[in-house]
Structures are given as C-alpha cells and as structure tokens.
C-alpha cells in the first residue's frame, strides 16, 4: 500500500471523530456507539460516491475467498465498502483471508472490521492497529459524567442547547441504559424546540425520574424512608429488577463517600474524582446529616443486598427494602 494511503491515528477514536479509510477497526461492547461510527463511516463513503456497493459479511458464517471475491474490482467502476460484522466470532478462514487482504489494500475499497469484544481475531486486531489504520473505541460510558457528556454533545451537534438540571434530569431517568438514553435524546430533539429545560424533560419522562431506582436512593440517603420505601415499590410494580435498584443505591453512596473523602482537602478537579462538576455540589449537599460512621454502615447494608439480590438470598426485593431502610436510617447516625 502507497504510503499516502496509510492513516497514522492513534488508537481510541470516538465514533464522531473517525474518518473513512481503507481499513477501519470498530472495536468495544457498547453497541449504540458501534452503529454509530459504522452508520458514520457509511454516509463519507456515499458523500465521496453516491453509487457505493455496500456489502455486509457475517464473520462467524464467513467462508474462505468471500473477502476477495466482494472486493474485486468492479465492473462499472463504482467503489465499494465492505462491512464485516461480528468480528469477535470470526472463523479462521476471515482471519486467515483478512491478513492477507491487509498486505495489498485495494485502492477501490473500503473495509469496516466490526469487533463487539472479547479476545477472538486479536491478532487481525492488533494487525490493524499496527498498519496505522483508524480504530474506533466503543466502550460502555459508566461513569453519569460520561452520560451527561454524551447528552450534551448529541445537542451541540444538533445545534439546541439544555440546561443542565435537564440533562441530569434525563441521566437519571434513562441512563442505565445507552440505547434508551440516545433514543430519548433523539426524540427530545424532533419533538421540542428551543432551550430543553427540566420541565420539558419532567414531562416526557416524570413517570420514569420518579419511579427509578436513583430516586429511590435519594429518598433513602434523604433519610426519607417512608418515601424511599414508597417509591421501592412502585419501582418494582413497573418493572425494575432488585438488581438496577441496589446498583442505585451503591451509585449513590460511592458518590456521597468520594466526595466526603474530599472534605478539607483542596486542588481537587471534578475530572480526579470521576463525577460532574454538578454531581460534587449535589453530593455536599446531600452530605449534610451524614458521619463517616453513618455513611460505612449504609455501605454495608447495601454490600450485604448486593449479595443476596445476586443468588444469596431468597427473597431480593424484600433485601433491597430492608437496604433501603438501613439507608435512611442510618442518615444522622452519630455512633
């Protein structure tokens, strides 16, 4: 291959920030931001010639000679991307035919190696990245602060500004999940106009802010347990799991003791302790009322569910209740 034609990037391109090459690794478990850097890489491909042959190879069904065969030269010259899907699943005969493909790419032709994770095909992997081919990270956004980024920038490339109350307000309603919280970005997007405050986002989804399990964790750490408890229920009732509910609660609590761990201590950035500037003030807040004797036992009670809501106990939803009361109770406990 030309050197000309070799991309030198470094590995760890966001989906919005790659651009079409001859080779392109999308590689990570996060499938929302997979379909996006491949929907992406499709729409360069069909800017530089709309008439694109575009061909879709399953990796765990591939066949040896079908690489070859679909990147052939074309007989009335248009160009073609190739898409492999499922990489992580491939046969020996993609990985064997794949290898050879990257000792002679074809001017004409574009390939997209989609990989969803795991070991399997590391060796055309690593082939990849060694050539300087692009190769796009899509990795699960953990962290609400990545949440709320991802929010922000679907808004900026849409030219619409939120408020800030509104995207915590939609993280927390919706964010368990990236699919859903995209969809729902989505459809704030066609369906309102102007600044998205957190009325319009209480509108759409108020049902799900008030019956998730955030709310819940915020009711127990308020010291509300009747409240918390309350809303426990009309979680369960619409079809939370144990699982989601507890994940809240130590969410909420690993929150509260990072930040607290900070009290006294300056020079310390939102970035070194994992959370948005938002979530800090929110926890200080929150943190009136709280010891660190308070705050180790509302750990432990909600460790101890984690274990049961995971196969240790027979009933998890009344484990997470008796967490939750545990939790709130424990708000002002001074010994």
């Not at 939120?162 to 368990?176: F, R, S, W």
């Not at 909420?252 to 948005?276: C, D, F, M, N, P």
Request: proline share 4%.
């Amino acid at each position: 291959m030309p050197p000309s034609r070799r991309k030198t990037t470094s590995p760890g391109l966001t989906w919005d920030q790659v651009e079409l090459a001859p080779v392109v690794l999308v590689r990570g478990t996060e499938g929302l931001l997979a379909d996006r850097a491949v929907d992406r890489l499709l729409e360069q491909a069909r800017a530089i010639d709309a008439a694109v042959e575009v061909t879709r190879l399953e990796a765990a069904a591939y066949e040896h000679g079908q690489l070859e065969m679909v990147a052939s030269p074309s007989l009335f010259g248009e160009r073609r991307c190739v898409v492999v899907e499922g990489a992580e699943a491939m046969t020996d005969a993609l990985l064997e035919d794949a290898l050879v493909y990257l000792r002679a790419v074809p001017d004409d032709v574009w390939l997209v190696v989609r990989h969803n994770g795991g070991t399997r095909g590391k060796k055309l992997l690593d082939a990849i990245a060694a050539a300087g081919y692009p190769v796009v990270a899509c990795e699960p956004l953990k962290r609400d602060s990545d949440k709320v980024d991802f929010v922000r920038a679907d808004f900026k490339r849409a030219r619409r500004r939120i408020d800030a109350e509104a995207v915590q307000a939609l993280v927390e309603a919706v964010g368990a999940d990236l699919r859903e919280l995209g969809a729902a970005t989505t459809q704030l997007l066609a369906d309102t106009t102007g600044v998205v405050t957190a009325e319009v986002v209480q509108r759409y989804y108020g049902g799900r802010v008030e019956a998730t399990g955030f709310k819940v964790a915020d009711a127990a750490v308020a010291g509300h347990a009747g409240d918390a408890v309350a809303l426990l229920r009309h979680a369960v009732a619409t079809g939370t799991g144990p699982v989601p509910l507890v994940a809240a609660l130590a969410m909420k609590l690993r929150t509260l003791a990072k930040v607290a761990a900070t009290r006294g201590r300056s020079g310390i950035s939102a970035g070194e302790l994992g959370l948005a500037p938002w979530q800090i003030d929110r926890a200080r807040k929150e943190l009136d009322g709280w010891t660190p004797e308070g705050l180790a036992a509302a750990i432990t009670a909600v460790a101890a569910a984690d274990a049961e809501v995971k196969g240790q106990g027979r009933d998890p939803v009344f484990a997470v209740e008796r967490a939750v009361l545990k939790v709130a109770a424990a708000h002002g406990r001074r010994h």
